[in-house]
C-alpha cells in the first residue's frame, strides 16, 4: 500500500521538534485545509506522524481480519464500520456514548464505536457482533440470549452482547452475580425494556458451566 | 464533525510546541471523549488534535504510570477510569476508586482519561446545545439564569451557572491531591483545587492552566493508615447518570475524636467545592449520628440556589451525612 | 374431543366452548361464522402454542446479522439529510436549495416548505439534501439559503392556556390517527385560542354525585411529555424501479400505511410499491406510515430519490427523533373524588388538559372510567393545548399511563384520608371478575398487608431509607382486526411448509407465533416451518399498534393452516380409502391414519402425493366471536384486565427512589407463547418504571428548543435501575377469535408509573403528584408539600 498516491497525505511530519519549523508549522496552520500540504520538506529526526485532514490510508483488524480502508482523521470507528467496511452489526443508537449500542471490544475491552476513532484504534484488535461466534457457531452467550428471549426489537442486542461477553470473559467472571452484571452493563440500553432476561442470560453463563 | 488533522508526536516537548501559540486550533487529545462530544455538537472546532497517546519519551511514561514514588501515589493523566477504580491504590484512599469507578458508564470508563476528565467542559445543556449561545461560548448572558436550571449549582454560580463535570476532582479535593503541570517554564505542582477557577474570574473556560499546559499526573499526598475515605452521589438514574450532587470525604478518626476532615462537594458549584466550615467543625469532635446532622448544613452554607435546584441543598447535606456515617464507620438507624 | 356438536344456523355455527379463567370456568355457548375452526377453549390441547419458545429468528439478532433498515446497502445509494427550523414559530420569507447542489457529493436537493408558509415548531422540516454520504448530506444544509421572519411562540402548556398566549394554529386542525390509536377515541373540533374540547365520557351525575359526598378529595395531576426513544430512529430507504413503482424498506410498525402513503404522495397504485421491513428497531407507536409525526420522510426520501434517479436511505439521527417523531403528551389532570365515610365513591370528575403540541390526543385514556366501576358517577373531560412543540403520537397504551397515575394516586389519597388499605378500597369499587381476582393473588403473593404495616413504622419512626408499597390497575380493550390480516399456508409436495404474511415483528415476536401456530395445527416441529414476512407483496396484515398484532394474525394463520389442513385430509382420504375426510386421523408426528390406524401414511408420503406443487390456502379473521366474560367501555370487545404491585425504596436523605421489586399479573387471552409475552411484560414495566422515575422532555420557555435531545439527560432507566421482577399470567378464555389470542403489549405498560406513585406515597407520607418522580419532588414532599 505504500506505493499509492493518496498516502501523501498521511505524511510523516519532520523536524517538528525544532523551533523554526515550529514556528513554519504555526504559520501554515491556516491554509491547513489540505493535507497534501502538511508534509514539509526539512529532514530532520522524525518527532510526530500527521494523518488527514483527508482521507489516509488505515488497516483495522477486525474480528481477527485485518483490513485496509481510507478513511479521514475525523472518522469514528463506528463510522468506518458501518460505513466504510459494511460491517453493520455494530448499531448507531445515540452518537454520543451514552447508549452501549455500539459497543465493541479494543483488545478484548469493551468500548464505544462512536466515542473512537478510526486512527485510534490502528494496531489493535477489534471485535464486533459478528465476531463473537466461532466457525458459524453461537457463542455460549449468544445462545444464552436466544433462550432466555434476551432480545426483542434486537436493535439493543450487539452492544448488549459485547458488552456481556467482556463481562464473562473478565476478571470478575466469577463473582458475577445480579448486581454485578447489572453494574457491568449500566451503559447499554434497550428500550423494548428485555433488561430482566439479558441479565438472566448472562448469569446462566457466567454461573462458570461454559466460556463465553 | 469539521475535518481536522490528527498528529502523533513522539514527545511530549513535541507536542507542546505545537500547540502553544495555536492554541485555537490545535488542541491536545487523549481519551477524547469529551473532545469527540464537543466536536460531533460543532462546539470545538480545532485543525488539529494533538495525541498524547502517542507520546514515547519519559513524561510519557509518567503520564501513563500509576506507582508509588518517595513515598506518593503518583497517577498519570492517561490512565483511564477504569484503571484506577480497579488499582491497588490503598485503602485511605478508596475515595478515588470509587469515583472512578461511578463516573460515567463501563464503556466509557475504559477509555477516558484521569486528565480528559479533570479537563472536561461542563454539561449544562445550554452550553452543549450546538444552536443556542451563552456567556460561556461568549454570549451575552446564561441562559440557565432564568432557564431550566435543575441541575445546576447552588454555589459560587454567577454570571455562569454551570456545576463543573469532574466526579473525580471531587475525591481528589477531599484526598488532598496536587497535580503536576508541565509548561514553557518546566513543571510545576498545584493543589487539585488551584486547577479549577470561578466563571466569575474564568466565564469562559474552568481551568487556571495556560495554552499549552499539560497535566502530567496527580499526585495523592501520604495518609495515615487510619484514614477513611468515601464517596457518595445521588443521581436520578442509577445505571448511568451525571450527579445531582456528590460528596468525598476523607476522614482521620483517633482516640474516638476526629483528628482531620477533608470535604470535596461535587455538582454543585462551577468549581469542585471545599466544604471548609463542615471541616473545621468536624474536627477535633467525637464522630456520631447526632454531631453529622448538626453540622451537615454548613456544607452548602451561602448557598443561593437558582428557580429550580433549591432541593440541591437538602440532597446534598443528606449525601454529606451518608459520607460521614460511612467514613466514621457508623450505622444510620434503620 | 370436540365437546358436543356444534349446532348451525344459517352463517354462523354455534360452539359450545370452555370459556373463563381459572376455576370460574363454564360452558358458553359462542356463535362463530360458518368456516371458522372450532375456537380453542380451555379444553383445547395444545402441543406446540402456550409452551415457551425461543424465537426463530433469535440467530439472527445476536449475531448481527439482522438487516435493519439502518443497514441496507443498495448499489450507488445516496443518504439524505434534513434541514430542520430552528425557530418554534416563524414564517418562510425566502428558500433556495441552490447553493447546496454546489456542494461536494450533492445530487439533489429540495425545499419542504414554500414561501410564506409558517412553521410551528423547533425541529419541523424545511429542505431535504442527498448526497454521495451522509457527512456531505449533514455539511451541504449550512448552504441552504433559508430566511425566517420568526414570530412569537409558546412552548409551555400553562402560558398557552394564557388569554393572549400566541396562537399556534389558525383555522381548522387536521387530526392524524394511526393504527397506534385506541378505537374508540375521537377528537371533535372546537377550538379556543389554544384549547381544543374533546368528547367526555359520561356515566350519572358526577356533579351530583360529588356534592353527596361526606368525604372529599380534589387535587392536580401533572404528567410529562414522554418521547419513544425508539432505539432505530425513523428510516427509510427508497429506489426507484420505474416511474410508476418503488420499492422502499422502512423502519416501520405498520408496512402497509407505508405502502399506502408512498402510493397517495407519489400518486402509484399500491400494489406498484412494495415495502420492506424484515427487521424494525422498535416504534413505540411513532412509526406508522412513510413519514414520522412531525417529518416528511417518506416524500422527501422518494422525491430525492427520483431527482437523483438514485437509491436514497434518510436515516434520522437522535436529535431529530427526539424533536420531531412523536411523544406522549403531557398532562395536567384535576381529579375531584367524592366519598362516603367508610370510602363508598359517589364521584369521579376528571379534567384532564394535556399538549401534544401542534398536535391533537391529549386525552387520558379509560383509567378513570372504565376501572372503578361501582363509582356510579363518573366524568372525564379532556382537552388539548397547542403549544409549539413537536406533534405528539400514539405511544404505547396512549393516554392510559397518564390517565392511571392520575387517578390511583388520587384513590390513594382518598383512601389515608377515610383511613382505609388503598387495595380493599379498590376491590370495593371493581366488578370484573379477573382485575378482582388478579388484585387478591396480588395481595397475598405481594404480602401485601405485611409491607404496609413495615412501610407504616419505617414511616412513623422517621427512617432513612424506607420501603413503600403500590398497586395500580390496567384497562385495555381486545383490538384484533377483522378481515385486515390474510395470512397463506403452504405444504408442498416435498413436505416443505410455510407461512407467509406481510407483518412486521415490532419485537413482540409474531414471526415465532405464527410458525407455532402453523406447525400446531398441521401437526409440524416448528423449526420444519418456515416463516416469511416483513414484506408487503407476503399479503395485507396490520399494524403492530393498539395489542392487536397476535390477536388479529395468529387466528388468520390458524385458518388458513386449517384450510391446507383439510385439503390434505381429503387427499388422504383418498389414498387411505377412507369413508370421508372425517375419518382421518392425524397423529402428532404429522402421520395421517384412518379410524384405528389400520392405514397409515407419513407426512412426507402423504405430501409426494400432492396433485400440482402444493396445497395453498389463505384466510382471515372474522370480527370478534364475543367478548366473554366482560365488556369494554364503548365497544363490544373484551376487557383486558392486569394488576401491578410495587415495592419501592425512598433515601429520605436525598429523595433518591428504586424500585427493589414488581409483580405484574396480566391477562392476555391465551398466551401464544409465554416466553416472549413474558418480554412484553418487562418491557412494559421497565417503559413504565422509566417514564415514572426518570424521562421527562425538557423544552427551554426562551428559545423553544428541547434542551435534552440525546440519550444523557434524556434518562432511559438501565439495568442497575430495574426491579426484580415477577410476572404471571392469568389466562383468559374468551372465546374471542379461533385461537384465543388477544394483546398484551400496552397493558402492561399502563399500570407501572401509577403504582410506584403509590408506593411512594406510601413510603414518604405525602403524595408526589407529579412525573417523573425526581428526588427535587420527593424532598419537597417529605417537608409536607405535594
Known amino acids: 500500500m505504500s506505493d499509492r498516491p493518496k498516502l501523501t497525505r498521511r505524511g510523516l511530519l519532520r523536524g517538528f521538534g525544532t523551533a523554526t519549523v515550529v514556528a513554519g508549522c504555526v504559520k501554515s496552520s491556516a491554509g491547513d485545509g489540505d493535507g497534501e500540504t502538511a508534509a514539509p520538506s526539512v529532514d530532520a529526526p522524525v518527532d510526530a506522524e500527521l494523518v488527514g485532514p483527508g482521507p489516509a490510508p488505515l488497516s483495522l483488524?477486525?474480528?481477527?481480519?485485518?483490513?485496509?480502508?481510507?478513511?479521514?482523521?475525523?472518522?469514528?470507528?463506528?463510522?468506518?464500520?458501518?460505513?466504510?467496511?459494511?460491517?453493520?452489526?455494530?448499531?448507531?443508537?445515540?452518537?454520543?456514548?451514552?447508549?452501549?449500542?455500539?459497543?465493541?471490544?479494543?483488545?478484548?475491552?469493551?468500548?464505544?464505536?462512536?466515542?473512537?476513532?478510526?486512527?485510534?484504534?490502528?494496531?489493535?484488535?477489534?471485535?464486533?457482533?459478528?465476531?463473537?461466534?466461532?466457525?458459524?457457531?453461537?457463542?455460549?452467550?449468544?445462545?444464552?440470549?436466544?433462550?432466555?428471549?434476551?432480545?426483542?426489537?434486537?436493535?439493543?442486542?450487539?452492544?448488549?452482547?459485547?458488552?456481556?461477553?467482556?463481562?464473562?470473559?473478565?476478571?470478575?467472571?466469577?463473582?458475577?452475580?445480579?448486581?454485578?452484571?447489572?453494574?457491568?452493563?449500566?451503559?447499554?440500553?434497550?428500550?423494548?425494556?428485555?433488561?430482566?432476561?439479558?441479565?438472566?442470560?448472562?448469569?446462566?453463563?457466567?454461573?462458570?458451566?461454559?466460556?463465553? | 464533525m469539521e475535518p481536522f488533522s490528527l498528529i502523533r508526536p513522539r514527545t511530549l516537548k513535541a507536542a507542546r510546541d505545537r500547540v502553544t501559540g495555536a492554541a485555537d486550533t490545535r488542541v491536545f487529545k487523549a481519551g477524547a471523549i469529551d473532545l469527540l462530544d464537543l466536536l460531533k455538537e460543532?462546539?470545538?472546532?480545532?485543525?488539529?488534535?494533538?495525541?498524547?497517546?502517542?507520546?514515547?519519551?519519559?513524561?510519557?511514561?509518567?503520564?501513563?504510570?500509576?506507582?508509588?514514588?518517595?513515598?506518593?501515589?503518583?497517577?498519570?493523566?492517561?490512565?483511564?477510569?477504569?484503571?484506577?477504580?480497579?488499582?491497588?491504590?490503598?485503602?485511605?484512599?478508596?475515595?478515588?476508586?470509587?469515583?472512578?469507578?461511578?463516573?460515567?458508564t463501563p464503556g466509557i470508563r475504559n477509555r477516558a482519561t484521569l486528565g480528559g476528565n479533570l479537563l472536561?467542559?461542563?454539561?449544562?445543556?445550554?452550553?452543549r446545545h450546538g444552536d443556542l449561545g451563552c456567556l460561556k461560548k461568549g454570549g451575552e448572558s446564561c441562559l440557565a439564569d432564568g432557564g431550566e436550571n435543575k441541575y445546576h449549582a447552588i454555589l459560587g454560580g454567577g454570571p455562569c451557572h454551570i456545576v463543573h463535570p469532574s466526579t473525580l476532582a471531587v475525591a481528589l479535593v477531599a484526598l488532598g491531591a496536587e497535580v503536576e503541570v508541565v509548561g514553557d517554564a518546566g513543571a510545576r505542582t498545584i493543589g487539585v483545587e488551584q486547577l479549577f477557577a470561578l466563571p466569575r474570574t474564568s466565564p469562559l473556560t474552568e481551568h487556571t492552566l495556560a495554552p499549552g499546559e499539560v497535566i502530567r499526573a496527580v499526585r495523592l499526598p501520604e495518609a495515615p493508615a487510619s484514614q477513611r475515605s468515601v464517596y457518595e452521589v445521588a443521581k436520578e438514574k442509577q445505571s448511568f447518570d451525571w450527579p445531582l450532587a456528590e460528596v468525598a470525604a476523607a476522614i482521620v478518626v483517633e482516640g474516638g475524636s476526629i483528628r482531620s476532615a477533608q470535604i470535596g462537594l461535587g455538582h454543585v458549584a462551577p468549581v469542585p467545592w471545599r466544604a471548609v466550615q463542615l471541616e473545621q467543625a468536624l474536627v477535633g469532635q467525637a464522630p456520631s449520628a447526632d454531631l453529622f446532622a448538626r453540622v451537615a448544613p454548613l456544607a452548602t452554607q451561602g448557598a443561593r440556589p437558582l428557580g429550580q435546584n433549591a432541593y440541591k441543598i437538602k440532597l446534598t447535606q443528606g449525601l454529606v451525612r451518608a459520607a460521614l456515617h460511612r467514613a466514621c464507620g457508623i450505622d444510620v438507624p434503620a | 374431543m370436540f365437546g358436543e356438536p356444534p349446532s348451525k344456523s344459517g352463517e354462523t355455527v354455534v360452539y359450545a366452548l370452555r370459556l373463563g379463567f381459572d376455576e370460574q370456568l363454564k360452558t358458553v355457548k359462542v356463535e362463530v361464522p360458518k368456516g371458522e375452526p372450532r375456537p380453542w377453549d380451555a379444553d383445547a390441547e395444545l402441543r406446540v402454542v402456550g409452551k415457551e419458545t425461543p424465537r426463530v429468528d433469535g440467530p439472527e439478532k445476536v449475531s448481527g446479522a439482522a438487516t435493519y433498515t439502518h443497514d441496507v446497502r443498495l448499489p450507488g445509494m445516496l443518504h439524505a439529510a434534513i434541514l430542520r427550523s430552528p425557530h418554534a414559530a416563524a414564517e418562510i420569507e425566502h428558500i433556495d436549495v441552490g447553493p447546496a447542489l454546489k456542494r461536494p457529493g450533492v445530487k439533489a436537493a429540495i425545499p419542504l416548505v414554500k414561501v410564506g408558509a409558517r412553521v410551528r415548531f423547533a425541529g419541523a422540516d424545511i429542505a431535504a439534501v442527498a448526497a454521495t454520504s451522509r457527512a456531505e448530506a449533514r455539511a451541504a444544509l449550512a448552504a441552504i439559503d433559508v430566511r425566517f421572519r420568526p414570530l412569537p411562540f409558546v412552548v409551555d402548556p400553562d402560558e398557552?392556556?394564557?388569554?393572549?398566549?400566541?396562537?399556534?394554529?389558525?383555522?381548522?386542525?387536521?387530526?392524524?390517527?394511526?393504527?397506534?390509536?385506541?378505537?374508540?377515541?375521537?377528537?371533535?373540533?372546537?377550538?379556543?385560542?389554544?384549547?381544543?374540547?374533546?368528547?367526555?365520557?359520561?356515566?350519572?351525575?358526577?356533579?351530583?354525585?360529588?356534592?353527596?359526598?361526606k368525604v372529599s378529595h380534589d387535587a392536580t395531576y401533572t404528567t410529562q411529555v414522554h418521547t419513544h426513544a425508539a432505539l432505530e430512529t425513523h428510516s427509510i430507504v427508497v429506489r426507484w424501479d420505474s416511474p410508476t413503482s418503488m420499492t422502499a424498506w422502512c423502519s416501520t410498525q405498520g408496512i402497509f400505511s407505508v405502502r399506502d402513503e408512498l402510493a397517495n404522495v407519489f400518486e402509484l397504485r399500491p400494489a406498484d410499491v412494495r415495502v420492506h421491513t424484515p427487521f424494525m428497531g422498535g416504534g413505540f407507536g411513532a412509526k406508522f406510515g412513510a413519514s414520522a409525526p412531525g417529518s416528511r420522510l417518506g416524500f422527501a426520501a422518494g422525491e430525492l430519490a427520483r431527482k437523483a434517479k438514485a437509491p436514497v436511505s434518510l436515516l434520522l439521527d437522535r436529535h431529530e427523533e427526539h424533536v420531531c417523531t412523536g411523544n406522549r403528551p403531557s398532562s395536567s389532570q384535576r381529579v375531584s373524588l367524592g366519598a362516603s365515610p367508610s370510602g363508598a365513591l359517589t364521584?369521579?370528575?376528571?379534567?384532564?388538559?394535556?399538549?401534544?403540541?401542534?398536535?391533537?390526543?391529549?386525552?387520558?385514556?379509560?383509567?378513570?372510567?372504565?376501572?372503578?366501576?361501582?363509582?356510579?358517577?363518573?366524568?372525564?373531560?379532556?382537552?388539548?393545548?397547542?403549544?409549539?412543540?413537536?406533534?405528539g403520537t400514539a405511544f404505547r397504551a396512549p393516554g392510559h399511563p397518564q390517565g392511571g397515575f392520575a387517578i390511583e394516586l388520587a384513590l390513594d389519597e382518598l383512601a389515608a384520608k377515610v383511613g382505609k388499605d388503598p387495595l380493599a378500597l379498590r376491590l370495593e369499587h371493581v366488578d370484573h371478575p379477573v382485575r378482582r381476582y388478579q388484585l387478591e393473588l396480588g395481595r397475598e403473593r405481594f404480602a401485601w398487608a405485611a409491607r404496609r404495616e413495615a412501610a407504616a413504622k419505617a414511616r412513623e419512626r422517621g427512617a432513612r431509607m424506607r420501603r413503600g408499597v403500590g398497586v395500580a390497575c390496567s384497562i385495555w380493550g381486545d383490538y384484533g382486526r377483522a378481515k385486515a390480516a390474510h395470512v397463506t399456508v403452504s405444504v408442498d409436495r416435498d413436505g416443505?411448509?410455510?407461512?407467509?404474511?406481510?407483518?412486521?415483528?415490532?419485537?413482540?415476536?409474531?414471526?415465532?407465533?405464527?410458525?407455532?401456530?402453523?406447525?400446531?395445527?398441521?401437526?409440524?416441529?416448528?423449526a420444519a416451518v418456515r416463516v416469511r414476512m416483513g414484506d408487503s407483496e407476503l399479503g395485507p396484515s396490520v399494524g403492530s399498534g393498539g395489542s392487536q398484532t397476535t390477536s388479529s394474525v395468529a387466528p388468520a394463520a390458524r385458518n388458513a393452516a386449517e384450510g391446507v389442513k383439510a385439503e390434505l385430509s381429503a387427499l388422504a382420504a383418498g389414498l387411505l380409502d377412507a369413508k370421508s375426510p372425517a375419518e382421518v386421523v392425524w397423529g402428532p408426528d404429522g402421520a395421517v391414519s384412518t379410524a384405528g390406524g389400520r392405514r397409515s401414511l407419513s407426512f412426507a408420503e402423504l405430501c409426494k402425493k400432492i396433485p400440482g406443487d402444493a396445497v395453498v390456502a389463505t384466510a382471515t379473521r372474522p370480527k370478534t366471536y364475543g367478548h366473554h366474560p366482560v365488556r369494554h367501555p364503548g365497544g363490544d370487545v373484551y376487557q383486558i384486565a392486569g394488576a401491578q404491585f410495587v415495592e419501592v425504596l425512598v433515601d429520605t436523605w436525598t429523595g433518591v427512589v428504586t424500585v427493589p421489586e414488581i409483580l405484574a399479573i396480566h391477562d392476555a387471552g391465551r398466551i401464544h407463547n409465554p416466553l416472549t409475552c413474558r418480554s412484553q411484560v418487562n418491557g412494559g414495566v421497565a417503559l413504565g418504571l422509566s417514564y415514572a422515575l426518570t424521562e421527562a422532555r425538557v423544552m427551554d420557555r426562551g428559545s423553544g428548543r428541547m434542551l435534552n435531545p440525546n440519550l444523557e439527560t434524556y434518562k432511559i432507566v438501565g439495568t442497575r435501575d430495574m426491579p426484580k421482577l415477577d410476572v404471571i399470567f392469568t389466562e383468559v378464555h374468551t372465546g374471542a377469535n379461533s385461537t384465543g389470542a388477544i394483546g398484551i403489549g400496552e397493558p402492561a405498560t399502563i399500570p407501572t408509573a401509577a403504582a410506584i406513585a403509590c408506593a411512594v406515597f406510601d413510603a414518604v407520607g405525602h403524595p408526589v403528584r407529579s412525573l417523573p418522580i425526581t428526588p427535587d419532588k420527593v424532598l419537597r414532599a417529605l417537608e409536607g408539600q405535594a
Open chain 1, 61 to 212: 483488524e477486525i474480528n481477527g481480519r485485518v483490513q485496509a480502508l481510507e478513511v479521514a482523521p475525523n472518522t469514528t470507528l463506528l463510522a468506518a464500520l458501518r460505513d466504510h467496511l459494511d460491517v453493520t452489526g455494530t448499531k448507531e443508537v445515540c452518537d454520543r456514548g451514552a447508549c452501549g449500542a455500539c459497543m465493541v471490544l479494543v483488545d478484548g475491552a469493551p468500548m464505544n464505536a462512536c466515542m473512537l476513532l478510526a486512527f485510534d484504534c490502528e494496531g489493535r484488535a477489534i471485535t464486533t457482533v459478528e465476531g463473537l461466534a466461532s466457525a458459524g457457531r453461537l457463542s455460549p452467550l449468544q445462545e444464552a440470549f436466544v433462550a432466555h428471549d434476551a432480545a426483542q426489537c434486537g436493535y439493543c442486542t450487539a452492544g448488549m452482547l459485547v458488552s456481556a461477553t467482556a463481562l464473562v470473559r473478565g476478571p470478575a467472571a466469577g463473582a458475577l452475580d445480579r448486581a454485578a452484571i447489572a453494574k457491568g452493563m449500566a451503559g447499554n440500553l434497550c428500550r423494548c425494556g428485555s433488561y430482566h432476561n439479558i441479565i438472566a442470560a448472562i448469569e446462566s453463563v457466567a454461573g462458570g458451566k461454559e466460556g463465553a
Open chain 2, 42 to 104: 460543532g462546539l470545538a472546532r480545532p485543525g488539529e488534535l494533538v495525541d498524547l497517546h502517542s507520546l514515547q519519551d519519559a513524561e510519557g511514561a509518567a503520564m501513563r504510570a500509576l506507582a508509588l514514588a518517595e513515598g506518593r501515589w503518583s497517577i498519570g493523566a492517561l490512565n483511564t477510569l477504569a484503571t484506577i477504580a480497579a488499582s491497588g491504590l490503598p485503602e485511605p484512599y478508596a475515595a478515588l476508586k470509587e469515583a472512578a469507578g461511578s463516573a460515567a
Open chain 2, 120 to 127: 472536561q467542559r461542563p454539561r449544562c445543556w445550554y452550553f
Open chain 3, 160 to 213: 398557552a392556556m394564557q388569554p393572549g398566549a400566541p396562537e399556534v394554529h389558525q383555522g381548522e386542525i387536521k387530526e392524524r390517527r394511526t393504527e397506534g390509536d385506541e378505537p374508540s377515541e375521537g377528537g371533535g373540533a372546537r377550538r379556543q385560542g389554544n384549547v381544543r374540547m374533546s368528547p367526555s365520557q359520561k356515566k350519572g351525575n358526577a356533579a351530583k354525585g360529588l356534592r353527596q359526598a
Open chain 3, 347 to 391: 364521584g369521579i370528575h376528571v379534567v384532564a388538559h394535556g399538549s401534544a403540541g401542534i398536535a391533537t390526543g391529549a386525552g387520558v385514556g379509560n383509567n378513570a372510567f372504565g376501572i372503578y366501576t361501582r363509582c356510579p358517577n363518573i366524568l372525564v373531560e379532556s382537552r388539548d393545548v397547542f403549544c409549539n412543540t413537536g406533534p
Open chain 3, 496 to 526: 416443505a411448509v410455510e407461512v407467509r404474511n406481510g407483518v412486521q415483528d415490532i419485537g413482540g415476536g409474531i414471526t415465532t407465533v405464527l410458525g407455532m401456530v402453523v406447525a400446531e395445527v398441521l401437526q409440524r416441529p416448528l
